[in-house]
């Protein structure tokens, strides 16, 4: 375990697998591909809530191209590690899309039933371009075929928590992504 300045909960993880130097590396080097690829575009970029929202916080200081941002909220983890049923989003974005170029961020791409339900839903509305941007890809769980167009990091099949992603809405304020300790999982403690 690298020794990590942060709140004490960082005492839970079992194993960090991206530490926050490596974090803030690779969102440099996000922030720069979309600049590029962005750079003569209005773009509207909707962070899925909770989970992307310190992603999202810092991708978005790395972009100069003008833009919006709005969020919407979907859920499909109602409490645990384990996906309940499928993905209640609830539409609650100020912004009209029609017409627009939207880039979607989310914390992890996991089963990708959440990100396609999204895009499908913001497509129909109307926008003229979808993209989805993921700081986490765990491609060994895919349920739905769904690839996003901007990754961060590619990791194995291990719920992992800190960064904006939760364990029953903890967690979240941890500098790095890792995996707790077992018995926190199983709420033993
Ligand atoms: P999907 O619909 O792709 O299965 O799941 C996407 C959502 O599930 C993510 O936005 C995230 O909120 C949650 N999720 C999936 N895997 C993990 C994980 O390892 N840790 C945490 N905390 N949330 C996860
Ligand atoms: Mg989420
Ligand atoms: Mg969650």
Redesign the pocket.
């Known amino acids: 375990m690298p020794s990590l300045k942060g709140p004490p909960e960082l005492k839970h993880l079992d194993h960090v697998l991206v530490t926050p130097l490596a974090i803030k590396r690779r969102i440099a080097g996000l922030g720069e591909q979309l600049n590029a690829d962005y750079a003569k575009k209005d773009l509207m970029v909707i962070a ?1 809530v909770n ?2 929202l310190i992603f999202t916080a810092d991708l978005l200081r790395q972009m100069r191209s003008p833009l919006r941002l709005d969020c919407l909220r ?4 109602h409490d645990g ?1 384990k ?1 309940v049923g499928e ?1 209640r989003i609830v539409d609650s974005m100020k912004l009209d899309v029609r017409g627009h170029n939207v880039l979607l961020v ?12 999204v895009a499908g839903m913001i497509k129909d509305k109307g926008a003229l371009s979808v993209k989805t941007c993921v700081l ?1 890809d ?1 491609k060994a ?1 895919r ?1 739905v075929p ?1 690839e996003a167009d901007y990754v961060g990091f590619e990791i194995p099949n ?4 800190g960064y904006g ?3 029953n809405e903890r967690y979240r304020n941890l500098p790095c992504i890792g995996v707790l300790k077992p018995k926190y999982y199983a709420g033993l403690v």
Do not use: C, H, N, Q
């Open positions: 899925i989970g992307a979907a859920s499909s983890y590690t996906a993905p989310d914390d992890i791409l996991d089963t990708g039933k959440t990100l396609a339900a986490l765990k769980r349920a769904f291990e719920f992992v928590v992603l939760d364990f």
